[in-house]
């Protein structure tokens, strides 16, 4: 396991843009698959975005597909989640979670887990 720490939560407008950031501490980081999840109120946990350890694989929700890019830095044991174009839709609690995961869409699969990052987006 890791210890994860979310950062860069916020209020924002429609249209704005935001950067989460996920620090880790353990070695075993850059072994992770590494994802984002978040959850609105009154909704279940849904992945957002998940990164293979080395970076080369990246998937996405059709939700955010081509407004959010997941990407980390093994050296900084980092990961982040860029996120353009926000809607109102994306305020969510936003967690970072990362394990030997053999399928992004596997959240089970995910052992470590952050506090989570609160992110709204007003109209």
């Known amino acids: 396991q890791v210890q994860l720490v979310e950062s860069g939560g916020g209020l924002v407008q429609a249209g704005d843009s935001l950067r989460l950031s996920c620090a880790a501490s353990?070695?075993?980081?850059?072994?992770?698959?590494m994802g984002w999840f978040r959850q609105a109120p009154g909704k279940a946990r849904e992945i957002v975005a998940g990164?293979?350890?080395?970076?080369?694989?990246?998937y996405y929700a059709d939700s955010v597909k081509g407004r959010f890019t997941i990407s980390r830095d093994n050296a900084a044991n980092t990961v982040y989640l860029q996120m353009n174009s926000l809607k109102p839709e994306d305020t969510a609690v936003y967690y970072c979670?990362?394990?030997?995961?053999?399928?992004?869409?596997?959240?089970?699969?995910?052992?470590?887990w952050g506090q989570g990052t609160q992110v709204t987006v007003s109209s």
């Open positions: 990164v293979s350890s080395g970076g080369d694989r990246t």
């Open positions: 353990g070695r075993a980081f850059s072994t992770y698959v």
């Open positions: 979670a990362g394990g030997r995961v053999l399928r992004f869409t596997r959240e089970y699969e995910y052992d470590s």
